[in-house]
């Protein structure tokens, strides 16, 4: 799986995401790091805001394309 | 025998923290699993792991129960505190000594113990 279609799946989730950023840690397209800075996550704990990330990423997670996922996400209040 | 979901449930509910991971402390398949057990064990945590490799059933049956897709999970007193990174980011901040002094008293034990599944 290319980072840029992780990419395009957060984008949809955080449309008024200020920074939307994948790596590919091993560069095998399924070890990815995230990071989302939205105010989606504006007072939300860390693990209801980490649930918003996976739920986006439910299909690649569900099916293998992702085999590792690291998430740091961010609200902007 | 209990069902592998009963006895899933009965890990979270009944130990005090619990880390399901890939492969056991001795020998860690995972370098999230290797994240997750560091951060417990530098906070001071006692920690009942299970592996899930064993059987792909696991894992299934416990994101169905957490409704959380990967692993690892950590549960402090039966609540999902999340996976890697968030029990990494809660001890750098000093939350996950604070969240276990409230959950299990600030004299809690800091013993290591490995839980293996019955598959049926």
Request: glycine share 14%; charged share 0%; no cysteine.
């Given at each position: 799986m290319e980072a840029e279609a992780i990419r395009a799946l957060l984008a949809g989730a955080f449309p008024d995401a200020a920074e939307v950023d994948v790596v590919d840690r091993t560069g095998g397209g399924d070890h990815f790091q995230v990071t989302v800075t939205s105010p989606a996550f504006d007072g939300l704990s860390l693990i209801d805001q980490h649930r918003l990330v996976n739920d986006a990423l439910a299909e690649p997670l569900r099916d293998g394309s992702i085999h590792e996922l690291r998430i740091k996400t961010k609200g902007t209040a | 025998m209990k069902t592998l979901h009963e006895q899933i449930t009965d890990v979270i509910a009944e130990e005090p923290v619990a880390l399901f991971m890939k492969g056991t402390p001795q020998m860690v398949m995972c370098g999230n699993s290797l994240r997750a057990l560091q951060a417990l064990h530098g906070a001071g945590a006692p920690i009942t792991t299970v592996d899930i490799l064993p059987d792909p059933r696991i894992r299934q049956e416990l994101s169905a129960i957490?409704?959380?897709?990967?692993?690892?999970q950590v549960f402090v007193k039966g609540e999902l505190i999340g996976g890697a990174d968030i029990t990494e980011e809660l001890y750098a901040s000093g939350e996950l000594q604070a969240k276990l002094d409230e959950a299990l008293g600030s004299e809690h034990s800091q013993e290591v113990k490995v839980v293996t599944l019955e598959l049926g």
């Open positions: - | 957490s409704g959380w897709p990967t692993i690892p």
